[in-house]
């Protein structure tokens, strides 16, 4: 594994509950991303971060907010839960140095249900 | 003009055989394009990558064919084996500010004994 610790692996949360993953890494990357993945749509960005304090959107943002305080962690919140939120949630980080420049490498996913 | 088109859905092979997916991508400012497999309740993994200065790229069992001109690039399993089973994800991505990877929809392949 890439150094990558997701929490909490496994969620249930009510409709409008707020939700908040964490993404810690130990490898010194300068970019952190949050992915969600659904049956027939693949892997979807959400949000990245390209330094601390540094984020912008990613392909489907609506309904999540992230924050990066230190490099090493990265925090996806749903402010107010929803149904269609119900997905598995995936952390990446990444240099982009090098010849393999946009690489990226994954955590171990976050399950998340909303009931 | 940012998507990338993956094809088939789904894939099911014999043992021994050759499993092949493809992928087409629209934005010619792409240069990095990446395959990842993922097998169930793990995250994907980076399988093999290639850039288009060159029209393949070998590393053991696996294969990416890049076709410049088509916009098209395939991965190519050879000997496939029932471990190979597993869903893989094509991606592409510009050396740019804005060069997140984005991702096909996903192969899920079955190779059966």
């Known amino acids: 594994d890439a150094g990558i610790t997701q929490s909490p692996r496994h969620k249930v949360t009510e409709t409008g509950t707020p939700v908040t993953l964490r993404c810690h890494q130990t490898e010194n990357h300068r970019y952190m991303y949050w992915y969600r993945q659904d049956p027939g749509h693949g892997l979807r960005l959400i949000h990245y971060?390209?330094?601390?304090?540094?984020?912008d959107k990613g392909e489907v943002s609506d309904g999540y907010s992230v924050s990066r305080s230190k490099t090493e962690d990265f925090l996806l919140t749903l402010e107010s839960a929803t149904s269609s939120q119900t997905s598995v949630y995936f952390c990446?980080?990444?240099?982009?140095?090098?010849?393999?420049?946009?690489?990226?490498?994954f955590g171990e996913g976050s399950w998340l249900t909303v009931v | 003009q940012q998507q990338v088109k993956q094809s088939p859905q789904s894939l099911i092979v014999q043992k021994g055989g050759i499993s092949i997916i493809n992928c087409a991508y629209e934005?010619?400012?792409?240069?990095?394009f990446p395959w990842y497999q993922q097998f169930p309740g793990k995250g994907p993994a980076l399988l093999i990558a290639i850039r288009p200065d060159v029209s393949e790229k070998k590393e053991g069992r696996f294969t990416i064919s890049f076709n410049k001109s088509a916009k098209q690039f395939s991965l190519h399993i050879m000997d496939s084996q029932p471990g190979d089973s597993a869903t893989y994800f094509c991606?592409?991505?510009?050396?740019?500010?804005?060069?997140?990877?984005?991702f096909g929809k996903g192969t899920k392949l079955s190779v059966k004994p």
């Open positions: 991606a592409a991505s510009n050396g740019g500010s804005q060069g997140n990877l984005i």
């Open positions: 934005n010619t400012a792409f240069d990095y």
């Open positions: 971060s390209y330094g601390v304090k540094d984020t």
């Open positions: 990446a980080i990444g240099d982009r140095t090098g010849l393999s420049g946009n690489t990226i490498y």
